[in-house]
């Protein structure tokens, strides 16, 4: 049986209408094809990292001293309140997270980094490098969470639009997992955070 012209047209319009329009179907599809997408960046991420994993394997870990000497005593004008070092020694990861604030503690920084050389932490950041080669992007009245690259830089980036909290991970190079969490800070506001760390000096 032949489709008569009109026939046809309209199919191809209902056709393109699934396609253009913000309906169950076409979002399945959308997610379907992302999330292939993504698997195939991840498998070559990992790929890619059989070397590093061998290499940060072989790096003995920063110790809790040369951390505590690294994190900063003030940060865009945020005197640091407190620190914690060495809370996953128990999994032989190495950590350090400090936390900041202005002078009348509206707003506070909170950073924390994670030492991916030794057996543990190798594997450790292996893991958080797959899930930043992935692209992914999400709003609600809530919320915006997405990835973004900074040059050669990938983080992920999510946005709390109720009480302007901040949440952004990153990796410094191949090792050193970086969570920064802010509290009446926007994007903007917390990447300066970041940059003001001197990451470089961690190693």
């Not at 913000?22 to 292939?36: A, F, L, M, R």
């Amino acid at each position: 049986m032949y489709l008569t012209m009109k026939t046809l047209l309209i199919s191809c319009c209902i056709a393109a209408t699934l396609i253009a329009c913000d309906n169950p179907v076409s979002k399945k599809v959308k997610e379907t094809k992302q999330g292939i997408e993504n698997s195939t960046k991840a498998y070559k991420e990992l790929h890619k990292m059989g070397d590093d994993i061998k290499e940060l394997q072989e790096i003995e870990p920063l110790t809790n001293e040369e951390m505590k000497a690294w994190l900063p005593d003030e940060i865009n004008g945020m005197k640091r309140t407190g620190y914690k070092a060495g809370q996953t020694a128990y999994i032989q990861i190495a950590s350090i997270e400090g936390t900041y604030s202005n002078e009348d503690k509206s707003k506070v920084f909170k950073v924390s980094v994670m030492d991916g050389a030794g057996e543990t932490g190798a594997s450790a950041t292996a893991g958080i490098r797959m899930m930043l080669s992935m692209d992914m992007e999400e709003e609600d009245e809530y919320k915006v969470k997405r990835t973004v690259k900074k040059g050669d830089l990938k983080a992920i980036e999510e946005y709390r639009k109720n009480n302007n909290n901040t949440n952004i991970q990153l990796m410094h190079g191949k090792r050193f997992y970086i969570q920064a969490n802010s509290t009446n800070m926007d994007i903007d506001e917390t990447w300066d955070a970041i940059d003001a760390l001197n990451l470089e000096d961690l190693g």
